[in-house]
């Protein structure tokens, strides 16, 4: 098996669990794992959070803050179990733009340089930035190349686009041709076009496309066991993930299951775990 790298990291191919904020739970995350995804992400993490943190999976952790406070000690606490450190510069969120987060920091170059220096010199893990399309976006991979990062995620929409019209993959190949860092694809990969964007970048983020779908990475391993509600029921309820998520994921899983649109209606009216259970062990038998 040929192995891949970012940084000192090794992976056992080029597809990854993009960084999403609601389905990335532990659950979702190890599932996608077990399915052959060489690399998962959890959301967005403020690196003052006290959020408890779930890293059974070693994934990828997102940082999502506007100035390096909290960045070092967050970063020795995680370390140990965590595979690579992102820094997001791709949010578009109306609540990104309020706190000035995300894809609205790529005018600040000093004090991304900042950022950069703080999360470089925390760890000695892979350490990466994930953009959006930006006037700015190529002067920021130099930054990023300047403070020894290890790669880039480009998605190639604007702050204004989030997340409709077409990914600009001509701005996506001008970014990967100004670096030789590895560049990480982002933006509406599927298993219908993820093999011709890995013969431009180096590895692909997939997103949406896998929210209720771990088994979407199959295709990049050679396993035929496929993952399947009960399967995350059996993981969420071993993490005492809460009521709300596990809901939320329920009704994820209908995506291409016969009579969803049903099975969604009965979801909705679930008011607990083993109402669920049984609705989706109803669904099995017919």
């Known amino acids: 098996m040929k192995n891949y790298k970012i940084g000192n990291l090794k992976l056992k191919n080029r597809v990854f669990l993009a960084p999403m904020l609601e ?26 959070s006290k959020k408890k943190l779930i890293l059974d ?33 791709g ?20 004090n991304l340089d900042k950022i950069f220096k703080e999360i470089r010199s925390s760890t000695k893990k892979p350490c990466t930035i ?9 002067e920021i991979v130099k930054l990023a190349e300047k403070n020894n990062f290890d ?40 298993t219908k076009n993820a093999d011709n964007i890995l013969q431009d970048f180096d590895f692909v983020f997939i997103g949406r496309e896998a929210i209720g779908n771990p ?13 399947y509600f009960r399967d995350y029921l059996k993981l969420a309820k071993k993490y005492s993930l809460n009521w709300k998520q596990i809901k939320y994921q329920s009704m994820t899983f209908t995506k291409n299951i016969q009579g969803a649109k049903e099975l969604r209606s009965s979801i909705s009216s679930a008011r607990s775990i083993e109402e669920i259970e049984k609705i989706y062990n109803h669904q099995k038998a017919n």
């Open 130 to 138: 994930k953009l959006r399309k930006s006037l700015q976006a190529l």
């Open 57 to 89: 999976d070693k994934p990828a952790i997102q940082l999502f803050t506007n100035s390096a406070k909290g960045i070092k000690e967050f970063i020795k606490k995680h370390d140990p179990k965590v595979s690579l450190w992102d820094f997001n510069l």
């Open 215 to 227: 088994n979407i990475f199959l295709t990049v391993q050679s396993k035929k066991q496929k993952y």
């Open 23 to 48: 389905p990335n739970d532990i659950a979702f995350r190890l599932l996608c794992k077990k399915a052959g995804c060489a690399l998962t992400y959890t959301g967005m993490i403020n690196p003052l």
């Open 151 to 190: 790669a880039v995620g480009i998605h190639p929409r604007t702050d204004k686009q989030g997340y409709s019209g077409e990914p600009d993959y001509e701005f996506a190949l001008k970014l990967k041709s100004s670096t030789k860092l590895p560049v990480i694809y982002s933006g509406n990969v599927s």
């Open 91 to 110: 949010c578009p969120s109306k609540l990104s733009k309020r706190l000035g987060h995300g894809v609205f920091m790529h005018k600040e170059f000093e």
